[in-house]
């Protein structure tokens, strides 16, 4: 499945439907459900807010697809992108009180793999799996 949402906050609960219905679709479980629901809100929400800015002219693309191994799920933006280890770690003690990092830190706990590339054609991506 593949979406292009627009960069409105509104786009973090129609994407996190369309995960729903993903997830039932492929007859997966609720922890399956579960996660990929707080991924995919984080995702989404970060890529509107720190990739595109809330730039109407930019979308956020999600691909969502099962294979062997589980559930890839894919989030785009086309912001000039980030690179994750620069990122506060939101559990350091300096750092509790800040709201920096905690989307990250979100998407690692509910997902067995998550890593960021730079797309070839410009704006961030983040790749998320949920193994079986």
């Given at each position: 499945m593949e979406l292009k949402l627009p960069?409105?906050?509104e786009s973090?609960?129609?994407?996190?439907?369309?995960?729903?219905?993903?997830?039932?679709?492929?007859?997966?479980?609720?922890?399956?459900?579960?996660?990929?629901?707080?991924?995919?809100?984080?995702?989404?929400?970060?890529?509107?807010?720190?990739?595109?800015?809330?730039?109407?002219?930019?979308?956020?693309?999600?691909?969502?697809?099962?294979?062997?191994?589980?559930?890839?799920?894919?989030?785009?933006?086309?912001?000039?992108?980030?690179a994750p280890e620069d990122i506060p770690d939101p559990t350091n003690p300096e750092n509790l009180l800040k709201a920096n990092g905690r989307g990250i830190l979100f998407m690692r706990s509910f997902m067995d793999e998550v890593e960021w590339s730079n797309h070839a054609d410009g704006g961030m991506v983040v790749k998320m799996t949920k193994l079986q």
């Open positions: 960069s409105r906050i973090v609960n129609d994407a996190a439907m369309h995960a729903e219905s993903f997830v039932k679709d492929n007859g997966l479980g609720d922890d399956f459900a579960s996660a990929i629901d707080l991924a995919v809100r984080e995702s989404v929400a970060n890529a509107v807010k720190h990739g595109n800015k809330f730039d109407p002219e930019k979308e956020v693309e999600i691909t969502f697809e099962r294979s062997p191994k589980g559930v890839e799920i894919s989030v785009r933006d086309f912001g000039p992108g980030f």
